[in-house]
């Protein structure tokens, strides 16, 4: 059977030895009570809940799935997933990060992300329930009418109510220009919505008494296209003026999902038969609003894939320690054994470090992110906003694309630690596997966010935000050139970022000739960033773990020797990347599609 510890040690130390966040948070009206203490104290407490509640329903939910009742449409979630939802919210941890105005505690967005990192870990299926309402009280927060504040939000921010985006439709996946639901005004300022939404996760269930739905569809006069896209509050149970539930309303799951993994959550075909639902923003800018929801599930998914490499990690490196195969090349290492544990072996040592390098490098990544978002959302100076929003905006696609990547390798890696064991349900590694291979898909896959990377975030505005980056690598750099001990981290860092420059230059000179040109180098390219950044944070922490290493903690001398492999056996990846960005676009276009 499979073990989780959550790694408390690993995020005090990414927390408040490497980005100090009290001392950022302080500076910021809203947080300025907070202090390691009681970051520490939520997090050891929700490590709890995670491991004790929620890990032990992952393998059976698994096995289980969901059920649909044909014939009233109701689902139910696996046995012990609502059980352990109440306890969520008896807990009080939907509140953790929110508005203190709707019920919220008021945490910072940061301690709130290290949480989820636990619970992905625990259960990826079960934490997507609270997962998508959080995404939703984001949208509703910042673009919600007063009255949609006022009913919707203390309800998602207890947990009672939970919440869904619902997007795509079955002849348009990710271009949702292409969407066909409509939305009918009626005389009393609500609108009547009929289509049909498909691969809804946590569309339908019995975890609580209400689903907020929130949905895209066009209005009677809506232009073609993107242009013409609303978004409204549709939820399952009608809501009264006063917040009570009214009649069930016209919006119900047809059918769901036959997955490759996630079993354990509903991913749902929603119906809307004239589903009675009110306008959120302004008409036709539905896209803008969602899009603040589906940032926010683009990070989390990003967690999630952070999350399943810790916890395939830990697994592997617990069976590569007990397991016995063979001798060590260089002699027996365990000579009272009749074999040597599978751990002496260098390529299995390659598969754990690659695990432990992926999960503490997008820890620290993930923690920077999100108190960048923090100081976005709480500081009352506008350059400081700019420039964290910036930074928020380039790294959001690389957090999705390069965590999810990175946890679909890290996860077949664990599961090659096993051998044939890791192919068999038992162990529970092959789930970890089938789980990590969903987030490369949705909320936009992992090639969409490379061309919103390349394309929107560098391309778009000349590299400036790329540019608020690498102002950042640069100071580091010039900071540690003088010290001898970082040379290893500094030099290759510095090296990378030079090279991004060039390549981001040739691509948008070729990208002036032929668009194309970005479609073909953007994947590639937003590699090679994902292992800019991890380089620069692998730095920081190297860093810090150098200049207390004296101490005697073994937590620094595996923290340093996870760094050296990461710039020894990772970084270098790069290199072919950078060739194959710049092959262009002629070896993928020059075959006539005749011949495919």
Aim: hydrophobic share 40%.
């Amino acid at each position: 059977m499979p073990q989780y510890n959550p790694p408390l040690r690993d995020m005090q130390f990414v927390m408040h030895e490497v980005l100090n966040v009290v001392d950022e948070l302080k500076t910021l009206p809203a947080h300025a009570e907070i202090d390691a203490d009681t970051i520490n104290a939520v997090l050891e407490e929700g490590g709890k809940f995670a491991s004790q509640v929620v890990f032990p329903l992952n393998i059976s939910g698994d096995a289980e799935g969901c059920t649909l009742d044909k014939s009233t449409h109701e689902v139910t979630a696996p046995k012990g997933f609502k059980e352990a939802y109440q306890q969520y919210v008896e807990g009080g941890w939907p509140a953790l990060s929110c508005d203190p105005e709707y019920g919220g505690q008021g945490l910072p967005h940061v301690v709130n992300q290290s949480f989820y990192e636990m619970l992905n870990s625990a259960n990826q299926a079960w934490t997507m329930y609270p997962g998508l309402s959080h995404g939703a009280y984001e949208a509703l927060h910042a673009h919600g009418t007063p009255e949609q504040k006022k009913l919707y939000l203390p309800k998602l921010v207890s947990g009672v109510w939970t919440g869904t985006m619902c997007l795509t439709e079955p002849h348009c996946g990710t271009d949702l220009g292409l969407l066909r639901t409509k939305a009918e005004p009626q005389a009393d300022g609500t609108y009547k919505l009929s289509g049909q939404k498909i691969f809804i996760s946590a569309g339908e269930h019995d975890l609580a008494e209400n689903i907020v739905h929130l949905v895209l569809a066009r209005l009677p006069d809506a232009p073609a296209g993107s242009k013409g896209i609303s978004l409204f509050v549709v939820p399952k149970f009608k809501v009264k003026a006063d917040g009570s539930l009214g009649e069930r309303n016209a919006i119900y799951c047809g059918g769901l999902e036959h997955k490759m993994g996630i079993h354990g959550n509903a991913t749902a075909q929603m119906i809307l038969d004239g589903a009675e639902g009110s306008l959120v923003g302004e008409p036709n800018k539905g896209l803008a609003a969602m899009f603040v929801m589906m940032n926010a599930a683009r990070l989390g998914v990003g967690m999630q894939s952070l999350g399943l490499t810790e916890v395939a990690y830990q697994n592997a490196v617990a069976y590569a320690k007990d397991r016995i195969q063979m001798r060590a090349l260089s002699g027996p290492k365990a000579a009272d054994k009749p074999a040597d544990p599978i751990i002496v072996h260098p390529d299995v040592r390659k598969m754990l470090l690659t695990a432990r390098a992926y999960a503490e490098g997008a820890r620290a990544v993930a923690m920077w992110t999100t108190l960048q978002l923090d100081k976005e959302l709480a500081t009352d100076d506008e350059d400081v906003r700019k420039d964290c929003a910036d930074l928020v905006a380039l790294l959001t696609p690389i957090i999705k694309a390069f965590f999810t990547d990175n946890g679909w390798i890290a996860t077949s890696h664990c599961l090659q630690v096993f051998g044939g064991h890791g192919y068999i349900k038992e162990w529970g590694m092959e789930q970890y596997v089938r789980d990590a291979r969903i987030n490369m898909i949705y909320e936009g896959t992992n090639t969409i966010q490379s061309l919103d990377l390349l394309g929107r975030k560098v391309l778009g505005d000349n590299g400036a935000k790329l540019k608020k980056f690498g102002k950042l690598v640069q100071a580091f750099v010039e900071e540690e050139g003088v010290n001898e001990d970082m040379q290893e981290f500094v030099n290759p860092l510095a090296d990378l970022g030079e090279k991004v420059t060039k390549l981001t230059m040739e691509i948008g000179m070729k990208a002036m000739g032929n668009a194309d040109e970005v479609g073909a180098a953007a994947v590639d390219y937003l590699r090679v960033c994902g292992h800019l950044v991890f380089a620069y944070f692998w730095a920081r922490m190297a860093k810090v773990a150098l200049a207390k290493q004296g101490s005697g903690d073994p937590f620094y001398t595996a923290k340093l020797a996870t760094a050296r492999f990461y710039f020894a056996k990772l970084l270098p990846e790069t290199a072919s990347l950078i060739r194959t960005a710049r092959a262009g676009l002629k070896p993928l276009m020059e075959m006539d599609e005749a011949l495919f």
